[in-house]
T-cell receptor, first 113, second 115 residues
Framework: EAGVAQSPRYKIIEKRQSVAFWCNPI?????LYWYQQILGQGPKLLIQ????????DSQLPKDRFSAERLKGVDSTLKIQPAKLEDSAVYLC???????????FGSGTQLSVL | AQSVTQPDIHITVSEGASLELRCNYS??????LFWYVQSPGQGLQLLLK??????LVQGIKGFEAEFKRSQSSFNLRKPSVHWSDAAEYFC?????????????FGTGTRLKVLA
């Protein structure tokens, strides 16, 4: 079974630039999550999708962050414009409610200079 | 409010010694509890999970955890630590209050293993 795929693995941008991350969940997993993990902290949920609908985006900074999950499969997370404090690892995870656990991708490490 | 507390930011143990990582939670309903491990530059890997039943759960890599409802704790243990166990460990709590799983993570405990 293929795992959660994320790209790119690393990204370095300057502040005020835009950046996009891509995630392909495990096949058949209806729920997809984007987490932000700042160095030294635990993952913080940014947005949760159930199929292609948003379940929870209460902690997503909507003035600069956006996410979509077209056709209920893969997803993109975008930051525009980026700030220095957006430097973090962005983790994508998926789950099937039947299993009740998260499966994580390797993450995208973003550095904003 | 739902929360997870991992009181120890860093723990150092010698190889072969026993290990216990602490986790306390606050959750309104019966919690689903998880421990994940993260190696440098990697995503999180599930070590074990507790949904119901036996309060002592076994996981991968020789880890186990015990759910104590009265103490709101879910501590992770390993009888003999190996150098390859050096990593960051996250406790998480969650559940399907409305049909979809929601998860909250602790801030993590970084484990260092001395040879």
């Amino acid at each position: 079974e293929a795992g959660v795929a994320q790209s790119p693995r690393y990204k370095i941008i300057e502040k005020r630039q835009s950046v996009a991350f891509w995630c392909n969940p495990i096949s058949g997993h209806a729920t997809l999550y984007w987490y932000q993990q700042i160095l030294g902290q635990g993952p913080k949920l940014l947005i949760q999708f159930q199929n292609n609908g948003v379940v929870d985006d209460s902690q997503l900074p909507k003035d600069r962050f956006s996410a979509e999950r077209l056709k209920g499969v893969d997803s993109t997370l975008k930051i525009q414009p980026a700030k220095l404090e957006d430097s973090a690892v962005y983790l994508c995870a998926s789950s099937s409610d039947r299993e009740g656990q998260l499966f994580f991708g390797s993450g995208t490490q973003l550095s904003v200079l | 409010a739902q929360s997870v507390t991992q009181p120890d930011i860093h723990i150092t143990v010698s190889e072969g010694a026993s290990l216990e990582l602490r986790c306390n939670y606050s959750y309104g309903a019966t919690p689903y509890l998880f421990w994940y491990v993260q190696s440098p530059g990697q995503g999180l890997q599930l070590l074990l999970k507790y949904f119901s039943g036996d309060t002592l759960v076994q996981g991968i890599k020789g880890f186990e955890a015990e759910f104590k409802r009265s103490q709101s704790s879910f501590n992770l243990r390993k009888p003999s630590v190996h150098w390859s166990d050096a990593a960051e460990y996250f406790c998480a709590v969650g559940g399907p209050p409305s049909g979809t799983y929601k998860y909250i993570f602790g801030t993590g405990t970084r484990l260092k293993v001395l040879a």
